[in-house]
Nanobody, 118 residues
Framework: QVQLVESGGGLVQPGGSLRLSCAAS????????MNWYRQAPEKEREFVAG????????NYADSVKGRFTVSRDNEKNMLYLQMNNLRADDTALYFC???????????WGRGTQVTVSS
């Protein structure tokens, strides 16, 4: 059974940091590209960051470049998102997604809430 379980969300002040984790099981994690997405209230889900299966290349949404860093540990089947200098507009439900290829199949977690507020 495929499972993606996000954790690490919470309430943080503007300028603060959080590290999100995504624990994967039930599929060959090392063969999948992994991505972080987020969805703010009343907005569409949007891409945040992604990393290919080997971990040798990653990409980011312009809004998070220079502040967020994606990483993965293929030995532990874990995906991470280090988020620094958080802003109010980073507030959202953050999801991890596994992708076997450009056309899928895709697997999604249920998300972890990040709230940036003073």
């Amino acid at each position: 059974q495929v499972q993606l379980v996000e954790s690490g969300g919470g309430l943080v002040q503007p300028g603060g940091s959080l590290r999100l984790s995504c624990a994967a099981s039930g599929f060959a994690f090392k063969d999948y590209a992994m991505n972080w997405y987020r969805q703010a209230p009343e907005k569409e889900r949007e891409f945040v960051a992604g990393m290919i299966s080997t971990g040798r290349w990653s990409n980011y949404a312009d809004s998070v470049k220079g502040r967020f860093t994606v990483s993965r540990d293929n030995e532990k089947n874990m995906l991470y998102l280090q988020m620094n200098n958080l802003r109010a507009d980073d507030t959202a439900l953050y999801f991890c997604r596994a992708a076997a290829g450009p056309a899928g199949p895709y697997y999604w977690g249920r998300g972890t809430q990040v709230t940036v507020s003073s």
